[in-house]
């Protein structure tokens, strides 16, 4: 039997490649349950597997498609950048994991076998990692490349029953070098198989142009086909053979935001194919991105497929719930990252509007731990193979308008392939800018982009002044090349976790600078897969090296698609009008690329301390093009006399689309009317009775332990606190990468996190005063804080003020010069667990950090305790809330526990202490473990990216801060 894997070759016996599309032909879906049986080796069962009398009765059933380690064979996983076998091109290990698959079908009673010379074809959406494939015992060839197409005529050897249909799926192949895509490896048959019926004479592949001219808003059409046809479309008037040039002297262009497609039909030998017809047209010029003659800004994402319980095998629901969650949350543009989509995906980002960077199945990156010798796109041998995967990718995605730009591939460092690749597709579809960002020459490229640049990076490329790439000297050819590309930011802010940080930072440069064309986020989904009890495995819970861990779990998603806090603050970074308030006028900036802003309708509100206060209406915005500003008066608004008035006003959906409701808020901004302080309610008369019998220091209803200087008692709630806190559940991009940006190994180097307490002199100034002196700091270090706590009895409340001057040696002795910040400065309380909700006046009603904002409102929330942490995959610090005026704690039986901020707090509530949440122990303590913090930093995007900026730390300096508590 001949084996094909290690054959660096792409495959044999295989249809040239084409176009996906839809036609009324008919068409036998073969996706069900197969016979199946895994083996050890790349032999698999053995000779027989094609066999058509081969009893596989006693073979398990699979479901296909699907990928077998997720359903009960063998086991998923995971890796970064490291290859999971040995470097040693083309070869593989013995120890190779292979399924046999095994079908058997009959043809319907009505298959048009007797079509004068027509064809049937057995067509494989996806096979990872190399397929080979026998029908009724005949060898049909193999194919490589998983993430893309491949086809067989089995005209000669299909018959109208009793076909056995058998596949060898090897688990690793040759293919899987150029497919080291920072994901699962999840091997099988992952998407659909078909047969289809192609009629004698009929059109087998054809191309659609279809341009636009953005001078006069005319269209030009051209449909060119391997055999001759019809194309009608009827709502232009359009009838015309293939071959011939249809112009049209109106059309409406297609983009993103008005994703019009006009609807036809190409006819021939009795087939009738449908045409989704988008004018548009791409290109580069002076140095800018332009579609239909206007520049765009990508606010982007990149997308795996996942699904945690069926890995690629992604059906079409659930693209339509990402592309509508992507609309929703003004995402406009996918970079499919780092292979061709299953075609469905293509299709509904036609329908739905979203621009598509269409990236090719290459991708080499464990060859870093080779030094990069051997690179695939650098040795000839494997030249073929990159081609075929590029004419795969392009041919069959070659029609659909939301194609706009094609990518190479992604992270495989340099090579000649390259070079052939860009020429192959230069002479093919000369119609779309090409992307590479891993050549430090950019000659393959017609964009200069980067992964991960700091704030000030972007700066500098925004006005062309960045640094040469490693290996290019100053002023060459290639230097002054690139500095006049468009730039393409096509990973940023990681979203590993908790955040990711400086989004509105970001897209505050990226809309500042005509250089860039738009930006990527990394990434749209936690690689989550299910495990028990409603949990999410990362590749950590895989007995496996390598293993990339938690890597997987970097998404704006998480596994199940309940969106992140991150991308809701995406969602505001990102929105397409700018609403601001100038001098008494209401600034409206339309940031869309081509629409104007007719399709919204702007509403108005007025809240004081976040309870309506009955003003509200619409503004009556002017027409706006894209990129214009409109102006027009400041609604008239009482200012109350007492407490925060504040004025929110929004964009929202006028009519409904297919992705949201009328009335959905695409943008919003909140101004603060007037300078009234905020007034705080009466507080009940301090009680003239004594409290009950409790050994300590009184103030009025506030009892004190004589040791500590901690308050133990205020009113009816027993209570310990507070602590000096300045430790947090480090996040994953507290963790950094590796040694890099690596924040949390350095404070525990220092011992942040085992703070111990002494309470030094406790003072009574007078009777409505106490003071409490004392340090906090860790073992075997000088460094800490000296703490002072000055208790005072007000208006039936009592008043807290904080002070912690830093002492000792902040400088972290494995890293000399490096100086350690804390990630928090604030104090931590005990509550009765009974206290079950919170309500606050202030930022929400989601959390909210330094560097993680701007999606958080002003206003009056309530939300169980419960329900104020956000489950991440791998518990880390969450639930903050900055800018808090005031909140209270209510529970049955309990008094209501209020703390009012001077002016502001940061607050966190949850059941369990910061260092339960590190270790993972998410377990009821049966305490309310109460957070009144100064300040804490921001979270970043350290996990795969720069280090924090200096302005979202917590300074070691001398802080204060004040507060006002009551039962």
Not at 447 to 469: A, C, H, T, V, W
Not at 672 to 690: E, N, Q, Y
Request: with cysteine; proline share 8%.
């Amino acid at each position: 039997m001949v084996d094909f894997h290690e054959d660096p070759g792409p495959g044999t016996g295989r249809r040239a490649a084409r176009a996906d599309f839809l036609s009324d032909a008919p068409r036998l879906s073969l996706n069900g349950r197969w016979r199946f049986r895994l083996s050890a080796t790349a032999q698999g069962t053995g000779p027989g597997l094609p066999d058509p009398e081969l009893d596989d009765s006693g073979w398990d059933t699979i479901r296909v498609p699907s990928h077998w380690v997720l359903e009960g064979h063998d086991r998923p996983l995971y890796t970064n950048t490291a290859y999971p076998f040995p470097i040693d091109p083309p070869r593989l290990p013995d120890d190779n994991p292979t399924g046999d698959y095994r079908l058997r079908f009959d043809l319907p009673d009505d298959w048009p076998q007797g079509w004068a010379g027509g064809r049937t074809v057995l067509r494989f959406q996806g096979v990872d990692s190399c397929g080979t494939v026998w029908l009724n015992g005949t060898l049909l060839g193999h194919s490589k490349g998983s993430r893309l197409p491949f086809e067989f005529d089995v005209t000669e050897a299909v018959r109208p029953r009793g076909n056995l249909l058998a596949v060898r799926v090897q688990r690793w192949s040759s293919g899987s070098y150029l497919e080291d895509q920072d994901m699962w490896w999840l091997p099988g048959v992952f998407r659909d198989v078909e047969l289809l019926s192609r009629p004698a004479g009929g059109i087998d592949d054809f191309t659609v142009s279809a341009s636009y001219d953005a001078s006069d808003g005319s269209g030009a059409l051209l449909v060119t086909a391997d055999a001759p046809g019809l194309v009608e479309v009827p709502a232009l008037g359009v009838a015309v053979p293939t071959g011939d040039r249809a112009a049209v002297p109106h059309v409406q262009p297609w983009s993103a935001e008005r994703p019009r497609l006009y609807r036809g039909t190409l006819t021939a030998a009795g087939e009738t194919i449908e045409l989704a017809i988008g004018f548009r047209s791409v290109e580069i010029a002076g140095g800018r991105l332009l579609v239909n003659g206007a520049p765009v800004l990508f606010r982007g994402v990149n997308r795996h497929e996942h699904h945690p319980e069926r890995g690629r095998a992604l059906d079409r629901d659930t693209m339509i719930r990402d592309i509508e969650l992507m609309k929703r949350h003004n995402v406009n543009a996918v970079r499919t990252a780092h292979y061709p989509p299953h075609p469905e995906f293509l299709r509904l980002c036609d329908e739905y509007g979203l621009w598509v960077v269409d990236e090719c199945d290459i991708e080499t990156h464990g060859f870093i731990y080779a030094g990069w010798e051997g690179n695939p796109p650098a040795e000839p041998m494997w030249r073929e193979a990159l081609l075929d995967r590029t004419r795969r990718m392009v041919e069959r995605d070659k029609n659909h308008p939301s194609v706009v730009i094609w990518s190479l591939g992604n992270e495989s460092g340099s090579g000649a392939a390259f070079g052939d690749i860009e020429r192959w597709i230069r002479e093919r579809d000369p119609s779309r800018p090409l992307h590479y960002e891993r050549d430090p020459s950019y000659r393959h490229s017609d964009f200069y982009s980067l992964m991960y640049p700091s704030l000030d990076d972007l700066e500098r490329i925004g006005q062309r002044k960045e640094e040469p790439p490693e290996g290019v000297a100053a002023e060459s050819p290639d230097d002054v090349r690139r500095r006049g590309l468009p730039f393409l930011l096509c990973e940023y802010a990681h979203a590993m976790g908790n955040g990711p940080g400086s989004l509105a930072d970001y897209q505050a440069i990226l809309e500042s600078y005509e250089r860039f064309c738009g930006a990527f986020v990394w990434e749209w989904i936690d690689h989550g897969l299910a495990g028990p009890g409603g949990t999410f495995l990362h590749g950590g819970d895989i007995d496996y090296e390598p293993n990339g861990g938690r890597y997987c779990l970097d998404g704006l998603l998480f596994p199940d698609r309940t969106p992140s806090p991150g991308l809701a603050e995406l969602r505001k970074a990102i929105e397409p009008v700018g609403i601001t308030v100038e001098a008494g006028e209401v600034a409206v900036t339309n940031k869309y690329d081509t629409v104007d802003l007719g399709h919204l309708e702007f509403r108005w509100r007025v809240e004081v301390d976040g309870i309506p206060a009955g003003h509200g209406g619409t503004l009556a915005v002017p027409p706006c093009g894209p990129r214009e500003t409109a102006r027009v008066p400041m609604p008239e608004a009482e200012v109350a006399s007492e407490g925060e008035t504040w004025i929110t006003i929004e964009a929202v959906l006028a009519t409904a689309t297919r992705w949201a409701p009328a009335g959905h808020v695409i943008a919003f901004t909140q101004t603060r009317l007037g300078t009234t302080p905020h007034h705080r309610p009466p507080l009940p008369a301090t009680s003239t009775g004594r409290p009950r019998a409790l050994d300590g220091l009184r103030l009025g209803e506030a009892v004190f332990d004589a040791r500590t200087g901690r308050l133990v008692r205020l009113g009816g709630v027993e209570l310990t606190g507070p602590v000096l806190d300045v430790w947090r559940a480090p996040t994953e991009n507290d963790r950094g990468q590796g040694p890099r940006n690596a924040l949390a190994a350095d404070w525990e180097a220092v011992g942040l996190d085992r703070f111990l307490h002494r309470t030094g002199d406790v003072e009574r100034p007078d009777d409505r005063t106490l003071v409490v002196h004392g340090r906090s700091g860790p073992a075997t270090r000088t460094l800490g804080f000296r703490t002072t706590y000055t208790w005072q009895r007000r208006d039936g409340a009592l008043h807290l003020r904080i002070d912690a001057e830093p002492v000792g040696d902040w400088h972290d002795t494995a890293y000399g010069h490096l100086t350690v910040s804390p990630p928090r400065m604030g104090a931590r309380f005990s509550l009765p667990g009974g206290y079950t909700d919170v309500e606050w006046f202030g930022l929400g009603p989601g959390e909210s950090y330094a560097d993680s904002r701007a999606a958080a409102r002003v206003g009056r929330f309530a939300l169980p305790i419960d329900a104020l942490q956000t489950p991440y995959v791998v518990p880390q610090e969450n639930g903050n809330h900055v800018e808090t005026r005031w909140l209270e704690l209510r529970g049955p039986g309990l008094p209501a526990l209020r703390v009012d901020g001077e002016p502001h707090l940061d607050f966190t509530a949850r059941r369990w202490t910061s260092e339960a949440l590190q270790a993972g122990q998410l377990l009821d303590s049966g305490r309310v473990w109460l957070n009144l913090d100064h300040g804490q930093q921001g979270v970043g995007s350290a996990s795969c990216g720069p280090a924090l900026p200096e302005r979202y730390r917590v300074p070691v300096r001398r802080h204060s801060w004040s507060m006002t508590l009551s039962a």
